[in-house]
């Protein structure tokens, strides 16, 4: 009797991870390219001083309409220009900021609506 009970489990679990086997696959969905962003400058934790001009690359996957770029929580306008395969954008420190540490914050999505975002840290002197 403990073999039969034994069969029947053993079909059941064979039987059961066949049918997984069929789900919906990852091909099927559309893959989710994020935003890449590189070469930041000035580099992290650099000090530097106040209204000074930062700029860092982005992949061709980023929708550069969709880029925004914010500094402590302040809206920094930026000029995005196609550089070979990549956007370098750039923009200037706000004047306000001074003797502080702030993020310089990245948000954009690719050309496929995923979202990206990044960012590095500067030292802003007096």
């Not at 420190?93 to 003797?99: E, I, Q, R, T």
């Not at 990245?106 to 007096?126: F, R, Y």
Request: proline content about 5%; glycine content about 4%.
């Amino acid at each position: 009797m403990n073999i039969i009970k034994m069969m029947t489990v053993l079909l059941l679990t064979v039987f059961s991870s066949n049918v997984l086997a069929y789900g919906s696959s990852s091909s099927s969905k559309k893959a989710c390219k994020k935003p890449k962003f590189t070469e930041f400058t000035p580099p992290h934790l650099e000090v530097v001083a106040a209204q000074s001009k930062f700029s860092f690359k982005t992949s061709m996957f980023t929708n550069p309409d969709s880029i925004k770029v914010s500094v402590k929580k302040q809206p920094v306008e930026v000029s995005v220009d196609k550089v070979n395969n990549a956007y370098q954008v750039s923009g200037t420190l706000p004047a306000s900021l001074k003797g502080t540490y702030a993020r310089v914050e990245i948000n954009a999505k690719g050309t496929n609506n995923c979202k990206g975002s990044d960012g590095w840290l500067l030292n802003i002197e007096e």
